[in-house]
């Protein structure tokens, strides 16, 4: 019988990952990157004996496939993968190959906002609990690596849209949908259900034995309910209504009846505060309650959580005026929940790569807590017009020294600055990481 080939497109940390795992399965493994590919991940294919290319696509070698297995990172637009499909080779992602060849318990967590707070906050739980638990998808290593060289009882994996685009026999233990905004409309020939559909994807091949855990105030969530045959056990969690079962809130407590494991705590108690992470924290304390975790444990992780990098992180303050990295805030609903959570007056260093951006949802918030604009990015032309006589000062600038320096000026005792840019990074950054950090610097040098 002849080797099969699997051909891995993209070689960074879930392609990487993918041609392990493929090799060890007996497959024949080729990892095709169109850009270049980072040195760590060369030496890694060098050790395992895998052959590889940079810079290109070599369609006649990617066409022999029997199998595709695609970085979420390219469209399904890309010319290679058109060729692909036309020629019936199927191309999945990296979580879907993985799958196949784990019976781990899985919980799996997607939204266009909280995924990554929710998805580190479940993992805690589950580690402090004692389980064998791995962290995977869009945080932590590689899922089809961990797969390969692990052997963990447990996987919380956060999931993108793209990810879930390549994910068809795939199936979670417990399904998380934190909420549906839109966000990379690009990718979805700016059709609002597509990217719906795509979400909607992390409840298929849901049994009657798995649970749906999902955010009961999302309109979106409820009309895609009303239109789909879910077979697991739901369990909603809500901050404007009295639920019977999952979670809710009532009289500032927080209260979880999940298979008839009541638990409840005041929400002044969490470690993440606002509402947006009192609905993270919710879905997080109910994935433990399904899995009968003690309360006792589950308490004390909703309390001392350290949140992520990146997100609303509190960072510095200089001269009496605080400085937040909220450099994940890649779409207009993250900066929606970031202005919510505000106390005080904000100067706002907002730009980059917009993504189809209306910005007419922030105004109120802006109008309200917004002193000042301090925009970043090679282009601010539509964040200026749209921010026109809003607030007392906008300022345009291209770098983030220059922005970080702007603001501070800006700025008053008891003030916040907030990098919350609503848009994507690439026009001066690599990726979100590398702009929250540079951030981080510029502030130390104030």
């Known amino acids: 019988m002849t080797q099969k080939k699997l051909v891995i497109l993209g070689g960074g940390e879930s392609g990487v990952g993918a041609a392990i795992l493929g090799a060890q399965k007996g497959f024949e493994v080729f990892v095709s990157d169109f850009g270049t590919i980072k040195d ?226 005041t929400i002044y108690e969490l470690a993440l505060q606002g509402k947006h992470n009192l609905n993270n924290s919710m879905a997080a304390g109910i994935s433990g309650s399904i899995l009968n975790l003690r309360k006792e444990g589950i308490r004390e992780c909703l309390s001392d959580f350290q949140g992520v990098e990146h997100r609303l992180e509190r960072f510095l303050r200089v001269h009496n005026i605080e400085f937040i990295n909220d450099s994940k805030a890649t779409n207009i609903n993250s900066v929606w929940y970031a202005l919510e959570s505000m106390t005080t007056p904000v100067i706002w260093i907002v730009g980059g790569v917009d993504k189809g951006n209306d910005y007419s949802m922030l105004f109120d918030l802006v109008k309200e807590k917004v002193k000042a604009i301090v925009c970043l990015g090679i282009d601010n032309q539509k964040i200026i017009a749209a921010f026109d006589g809003m607030v007392k000062e906008i300022v345009d600038t291209k770098s983030i020294d220059e922005a970080v320096r702007s603001a501070y000026f800006l700025a008053e005792k008891g003030d916040t600055v907030l990098l919350s840019p609503a848009c994507a990074s690439f026009d001066l950054f690599k990726n979100y990481e590398e702009r929250g950090r540079q951030f981080k610097e510029a502030v130390r040098n104030l």
């Open 40 to 265: 760590e991940y060369k030496s890694l294919l060098g050790q395992h004996g895998l052959k590889y290319e940079e810079t290109r696509h070599t369609e006649a070698l990617i066409l022999e496939a029997s199998l595709v297995v695609k970085s979420p990172g390219i469209p399904d637009k890309a010319p290679i993968v058109v060729k692909l499909r036309e020629n019936n080779i199927p191309v999945i992602s990296e979580i879907e190959f993985a799958g196949r060849y784990t019976t781990a318990k899985t919980i799996c967590i997607t939204g266009s906002n909280g995924k990554t707070t929710t998805t580190l906050l479940t993992y805690e739980i589950l580690k402090r609990a004692g389980l064998n638990v791995g962290l995977a998808g869009n945080v932590g290593k590689s899922f089809a690596q961990q797969v390969a060289e692990e052997n963990f009882d447990y996987y919380v994996i956060e999931l993108s849209s793209f990810q879930l685009d390549g994910m068809f026999d795939f199936r979670a233990d417990i399904a998380v949908l934190l909420n549906i905004t839109p966000d990379h409309l690009d990718r979805y020939d700016y059709k609002m259900q597509n990217y719906i559909d795509s979400k909607m994807k992390i409840t298929q091949n849901l049994r009657p034995e798995d649970w749906f855990v999902y955010c009961a105030d999302d309109p979106i969530i409820q009309d895609e309910l009303t239109k789909r045959d879910i077979k697991a056990g739901k369990a909603p969690f809500s901050i404007m209504q009295i639920l019977k079962e999952g979670g809710w809130v009532i009289n500032e407590t927080m209260k979880l009846n999940v298979n008839n494991n009541t638990f409840d705590m």
